[in-house]
């Protein structure tokens, strides 16, 4: 089992920054290759970027590419979502989830384990 906890969401004029935070605890972060994801009200739930275990491979969404980062620091057992240059239409619920492979995995059904949520808000 593997508990995560997102954190770093808030409200941001357009242009601005903001960086998640998701915290794992249980078992060996990792053996967990990382992702997020978003929901904005109304909408289905949207792959975002990915990062395997080691972190040397990452993969990201068409829509935030150039703006987003994932990352990840195992010996803080924390992955990181860095975005810039934020756009009204990033306004979501964003997600953090785990999934038991070490291999990058970017299809929401391949999670199996995910946070409660942080919401972002990016105002025009």
């Known amino acids: 089992q593997v508990q995560l906890v997102e954190s770093g969401g808030g409200l941001v004029q357009a242009g601005g920054s903001l960086r998640l935070s998701c915290a794992a605890s249980?078992?060996?972060?990792?053996?967990?290759?990382m992702g997020w994801f978003r929901q904005a009200a109304g909408k289905e739930c949207e792959f975002v970027a990915a990062?395997?275990?080691?972190?040397?491979?990452?993969y990201y969404a068409d829509s935030v590419k150039g703006r987003f980062t994932i990352s990840r620091d195992n010996a803080k057992n924390t992955v990181y979502l860095q975005m810039n240059t934020l756009k009204p239409e990033d306004t979501a619920v964003y997600y953090c989830?785990?999934?038991?492979?070490?291999?990058?995995?970017?299809?929401?059904?391949?999670?199996?384990?995910w946070g409660q949520g942080t919401q972002v808000t990016v105002s025009s």
């Open positions: 989830a785990a999934a038991n492979t070490i291999v990058i995995v970017t299809t929401y059904t391949k999670f199996h384990y």
């Open positions: 249980g078992r060996t972060f990792t053996s967990y290759a």
């Open positions: 990062i395997s275990w080691s972190g040397g491979n990452t």
